[in-house]
C-alpha cells in the first residue's frame, strides 16, 4: 500500500536541510579546483532534475523538451558573457568572432540587450517561461495528454535544436558560444573553477529544494497531484486543469533554464548539444532513477548517476560501455523501485508510521463493510 | 410518500429543454426535457442505453449537447467549460467510482473541498486553511475517519464509493449529480446510503440515477424513467410502477424491480 510510506513534513525538511548543508561544507574538504568544478556541475544536473519532476514527478507531463529550456538558458547566459569578451580580431567595440567569420557586419537586434547582465538573467528564466507558456497553453486547452505531451515537446526540441545549429551567423551554429568572459557580479567573479561559483550553484539548488518544497505542499501542488492522478475528476471540482499544467510547465522551465544559466558558468561555453536530445532523455533517466515524485530524489539521483559516470570517464574504456550502464540501471530501477531510490528512504521506519500501520490495518480489516458508526 | 420531501416546493433549479445528444450518427437523446426543483431528490431510471448517464454528461459540461439549452438557477450553462460549471454549483459522482488514488483519504477531500479555484493564489494556501474539522466530520459521516491517512487507492470497492460521495459533500455543490451510487455496495451500505441522501435532501438538490427499486423507494419523490433517449414518465413510485408505457419499456431486461 503506497501512500502509507510517506514522511511526515518534518522529517521531508530535515532530509532537504541535512542534504543542503552536505553540498555547501563540501568545498571545505575538497583542495582540487577540478574537482570542485565537477561537483558543481553534478549539481547544476540536480537542478535540472528536480525541474523535472515538477512537472513530471507531480503534475504527470513528461516533458521530452526539458534539454530547451536548459540550452535556452545557458545561451542567455553565453550571450551576454560573450559580450565582454574582448575580440582578438576587431578589439574592444568588434563583434563576436564568430559573426566576423561569417560576415556578419552589425550586431544581430536581439543581441544588443544582453549588453546587460540585468536582462541577460531575466531572460534565461523568462524565455524558457514563456516558451512554456505558450506551449502549455497551446496543447492543454486542446487537452493533449500523455505520450502525446511528450511527442510534442520531444519535437519542439528538435526542431530549436536544428535552428540554432543552422543560423551560425546569429548563434554560433553547431560551435555554440565560446571563449566566453567570466561572469562578474557583485565584486565576484565567478570562473569555472571559482570557490565563488560553486556556492552560486550550491545556494541556488538549495533554495530552489525548499521554494520547490513549498510549491508541490500548497494547495496548487496537491491539484497538480490531483491531476497526475485524474485530471478529469478534478475538472469536476471546479479547477481549470490546463492553468495548472500550464503552471507546471512553465515553473519547470524557469528553473530549468536557471539551471542552464548555471551551466554555462561552469562550463565557460554554450553548445547547442546543451539543447539536444541526449540531454532531455539523461534528465528523464536521473529523475527517474531518483524518484520523480520528489524533488530531492530527482536531484541526487542526476547528482549519483552523473557522479558516477564522471569517476568512471576517466577510464576510457569504461566510458565505452557507459550508455549500457545507463540504459541498464534505468531498466533495473523502472522495474524494481518504480519511485525510484528515493523510495528507499521512505521505508525508513519513523515513530509517526507506527501510527499510520495501524490505521492501514484498520482499513485492511474493513475492507469488506463500513464501520457502523 | 414523502414526509422527508422538505424543501421539494422550492423554485426550478434545473432545466433542460429539448436536448439532443449524437454519437457520430447514433441519437443517444432524443429530445430531453426535464425540469428539477431546488431540494429535491430526483431519481433518473430507465433500461440499459436509455441515456441517463448522458443526459448526466450534459448537465455537467463532460458532453456537449447539439441542440438544446441546460439553465441552473435561471442561468444557461449549456456551452460552459466543465470546471466553469462545476464553479456555478453542479457536483457528479461517476458510474465507476472515481477518487484521487495516490492521495490519501484527506488529500482527495482537500482537493474536493475548492474555495478557491485559482492557481497563483492556491500557491499560498498550505494544509487544509481550518477546514481540518469540517473535513473530519464528513470522514467520520462516511465511515472512513480511521482512514484519513491511507492512499485512496487502498480502499475498498464499497469505501471508493463512500470517498467519491465525501467528496462531493466536501465540494458542497447545489446540484449533486450520481451516476449508480450504490453499485457494488453491499445491503447495509445501501440501506446507510439511502440514510444519507435523505439527509442530504433540502440542503442539496439531487439527481440520482439508480437500478436498484428498493433502494429507489426508500429515497425518492419524484422518479422520471428515460427511454431511448426520451423522457417517458414521471411521477412516484406508485404511479411509475403501475405504469403500461413503462413496463413495456422494460419488456426483456426482466422487469422494473429486476432492472
Ligand atoms: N461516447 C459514446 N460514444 C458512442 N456511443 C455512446 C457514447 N456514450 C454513450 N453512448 C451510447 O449512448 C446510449 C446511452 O448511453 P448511456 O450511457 O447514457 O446509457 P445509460 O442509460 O446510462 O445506461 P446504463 O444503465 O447501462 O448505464 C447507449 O446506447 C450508449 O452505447
Ligand atoms: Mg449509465
Redesign the pocket.
Known amino acids: 500500500m503506497d501512500g502509507q510510506r510517506k514522511h511526515p513534513i518534518w522529517a521531508k525538511l530535515v532530509g532537504y536541510a541535512a542534504f543542503c548543508l552536505v553540498i555547501l561544507i563540501l568545498p571545505l574538504f575538497i583542495t582540487d579546483d577540478y574537482l570542485l568544478n565537477k561537483f558543481a556541475r553534478y549539481l547544476v544536473f540536480g537542478l535540472v532534475a528536480m525541474a523535472l519532476s515538477i512537472s513530471w514527478g507531480y503534475a504527470g507531463i513528461l516533458n521530452l523538451g526539458q534539454a530547451v529550456s536548459f540550452g535556452l538558458g545557458s545561451y542567455c547566459m553565453a550571450m551576454a558573457l560573450k559580450l565582454r569578451t574582448i575580440p582578438i580580431q576587431t578589439g574592444a567595440e568588434g563583434l563576436p568572432d564568430f559573426m566576423v567569420w561569417n560576415n556578419v557586419k552589425s550586431l544581430p537586434w536581439f543581441w544588443e540587450p544582453f549588453h546587460s547582465y540585468g536582462f541577460a538573467i531575466a531572460a534565461g528564466v523568462l524565455v524558457p517561461t514563456i516558451l512554456a507558456l505558450l506551449i502549455g497553453t497551446f496543447v492543454f486547452r486542446a487537452r493533449v495528454t500523455g505520450v502525446y505531451v511528450s511527442i510534442i515537446t520531444l519535437a519542439l526540441l528538435v526542431v530549436i535544436n536544428l535552428v540554432v545549429i543552422d543560423r551560425q551567423r546569429l548563434t554560433g551554429g553547431f560551435n555554440g558560444l565560446t571563449d566566453l568572459a567570466p561572469l562578474e557580479l557583485f565584486g565576484l567573479t565567478f570562473d569555472p573553477y571559482a570557490h565563488a561559483t560553486y556556492y552560486l550553484i550550491a545556494v541556488s539548488l538549495g533554495a530552489a529544494l525548499f521554494l520547490g518544497l513549498a510549491v508541490v505542499h500548497s494547495k496548487t501542488g496537491l491539484i497538480m497531484q490531483a491531476i497526475r492522478d485524474d485530471e478529469n475528476r478534478v475538472r469536476y471540482f471546479g479547477y481549470d486543469v490546463a492553468a495548472y499544467q500550464t503552471f507546471a510547465l512553465c515553473l519547470s522551465a524557469a528553473v530549468a533554464g536557471f539551471a542552464g544559466m548555471l551551466y554555462t558558468l561552469v562550463m565557460a561555453f554554450a553548445s547547442p548539444t546543451f539543447l539536444a536530445v541526449p540531454v532531455s532523455l539523461s534528465i528523464v533517466i536521473w529523475s527517474a532513477v531518483g524518484g520523480r515524485a520528489s524533488l530531492l530524489g530527482s536531484a541526487m539521483g542526476a547528482i549519483i548517476v552523473t557522479g558516477v559516470q564522471g569517476s568512471l570517464s576517466d577510464t576510457p574504456a569504461f566510458l565505452e560501455t557507459w550508455t549500457l550502464i545507463m540504459g541498464a540501471l534505468f531498466i533495473v530501477v523502472v522495474l524494481f523501485l518504480p519511485r525510484g531510490l528515493i523510495s528507499l528512504v521512505d521505508r525508513i521506519p519513523l515513530g509517526g508510521s507506527a501510527r499510520r500501520r495501524a490505521a492501514a490495518a484498520t482499513v485492511a480489516a474493513s475492507r469488506s463493510g463500513i464501520n457502523a458508526g | 410518500m414523502p414526509a422527508n420531501a422538505v424543501g421539494a416546493t422550492g423554485g426550478t433549479i434545473l432545466e433542460l429543454r429539448d436536448i439532443t ?1 449524437e ?2 450518427g ?1 441519437v ?2 432524443a429530445g430531453l426535457t426535464l425540469d428539477v426543483h431546488e431540494g429535491e431528490l430526483r431519481c433518473l431510471i ?10 448526466l ?1 450534459v448537465i455537467c459540461g463532460k ?1 456537449k449537447p447539439a441542440s438544446g439549452k441546460v439553465v441552473l438557477g435561471g442561468r444557461e450553462i449549456t456551452r460552459l467549460e466543465e470546471h466553469q460549471i462545476a464553479r456555478h454549483g453542479v457536483g457528479r459522482k461517476f ?1 465507476v467510482p472515481s477518487v484521487f488514488r495516490d492521495l490519501t483519504v484527506r488529500q482527495n477531500m482537500e482537493v474536493a473541498l475548492c474555495r478557491a479555484p485559482g492557481v497563483l493564489g492556491n500557491l499560498f494556501r498550505f494544509g487544509n486553511s481550518g477546514a481540518s474539522e469540517q473535513l473530519e466530520k464528513l470522514a467520520e459521516l462516511v465511515g472512513l475517519e480511521e482512514a484519513m491517512d491511507v492512499a485512496a487507492g487502498a480502499l475498498s470497492h464499497g469505501q471508493t464509493q463512500w470517498l467519491e460521495i465525501a467528496l462531493l459533500l466536501a465540494q458542497d455543490a447545489r446540484l449533486i449529480l450520481m ?2 451510487p450504490t453499485a457494488g455496495m453491499t445491503a447495509h451500505e445501501t440501506a446507510k446510503t439511502a440514510e444519507l441522501f435523505n439527509r442530504l435532501k433540502g440542503r442539496h438538490t439531487l439527481i440520482v ?1 439508480e ?1 436498484d427499486m428498493g433502494f429507489i423507494k426508500e429515497i425518492s419523490d419524484i422518479i422520471s424513467v ?1 427511454h431511448q ?1 426520451r423522457l417517458l414518465a414521471e411521477g412516484t413510485v406508485r404511479e411509475i410502477e403501475t405504469n403500461a408505457e413503462v413496463r413495456a419499456a422494460y419488456l426483456g431486461s426482466g422487469g422494473i424491480s429486476g432492472a
Do not use: C, L, R, Y
Open positions: 445528444v454519437f457520430s447514433f443517444a437523446i430507465g433500461p440499459n442505453g436509455a441515456g441517463k448517464t448522458t443526459a454528461d458532453v458510474q451516476d449508480e440515477v437500478h428515460m433517449g
